[in-house]
């Protein structure tokens, strides 16, 4: 990537292109160009049945995997690299947070992927496998659920409480404390919504901070035109 990023609020007339995929991770990035109010084209891909990426996204990207975006002959994949992009080339003060709130801001932001979605992904994995082995075989993979109970449960729940602390702590229910969101919140929204799939009572900092995102216009807006959003549980 040879693009320079000026400073915030620099205008630019290259046209902003997300490829979104359903219930994915991309949604952050949908409610991020909203809340900047920075016009995009979306195009469109839907899972497959076994809720994987279609193929045809690797001729955008050699992982297949979005989101993605193209800004001009500029690709970026990874959506901590494209939050951290759009909010550094068109964020100004929409998206920074307070001087008090930088650390919790970085950190949240890489928080959101490095610990807390691996720990969700391997769950969703382990719990997988034993339901789409065969019949036959079915008691012996369950013996991977062992790993959930004893390892992943633990430290997830270790991890929730960690969040719901933060939170609590927090004056305006946003990661950073300021009072707008900032890219520690769109972050950490994915794996906010996955915890409450997965959890009839994910933490009530954690739920507060779902409908604060919910109730949001450029939220609502996003929603409307990335389409239907559920993450498997």
Not at 26 to 34: K, N
Not at 54 to 66: A, C, L, M, W, Y
Request: hydrophobic letters at 40%; glycine letters at 6%.
């Amino acid at each position: 990537m040879t693009d320079a990023i000026p400073d915030g609020n620099a205008a630019s007339n290259d046209k902003i292109v997300v490829h979104h995929l359903n219930s994915s991770r991309s949604q952050r990035v949908l409610w991020l160009l909203e809340e900047l109010e920075l016009p995009y084209e979306i195009k469109q891909y839907k899972r497959n049945a076994d809720f994987s990426a279609p193929g045809e996204i690797k001729d955008i990207h050699p992982i297949g995997k979005v989101p993605i975006i193209t800004v001009g002959d500029v690709s970026i994949a990874e959506s901590g690299a494209i939050v951290g992009y759009l909010i550094a080339k068109y964020g100004g003060e929409k998206a920074k947070p307070t001087e008090n709130g930088y650390i919790d801001d970085l950190y949240f932001s890489h928080y959101a992927e490095g610990t807390l979605m691996p720990l969700l992904i391997n769950k969703f994995i382990f719990t997988m496998i034993p339901q789409r082995t065969p019949f036959f075989i079915r008691p012996i993979a369950k013996l991977l659920l062992w790993p959930i109970s004893r390892i992943l449960i633990p430290r997830l729940k270790e991890n929730i409480d960690f969040i719901e602390a933060h939170l609590t702590k927090s004056q305006t229910g946003w990661f950073a404390n300021g009072d707008h969101p900032t890219s520690a919140d769109y972050m950490m929204l994915f794996p906010a919504e996955g915890i409450q799939s997965d959890n009839p009572q994910p933490g009530s900092q954690i739920e507060a901070f779902l409908k604060r995102v919910h109730e949001r216009p450029a939220y609502k807006r996003a929603i409307e035109k990335g389409g239907e959003f559920s993450i498997p549980s």
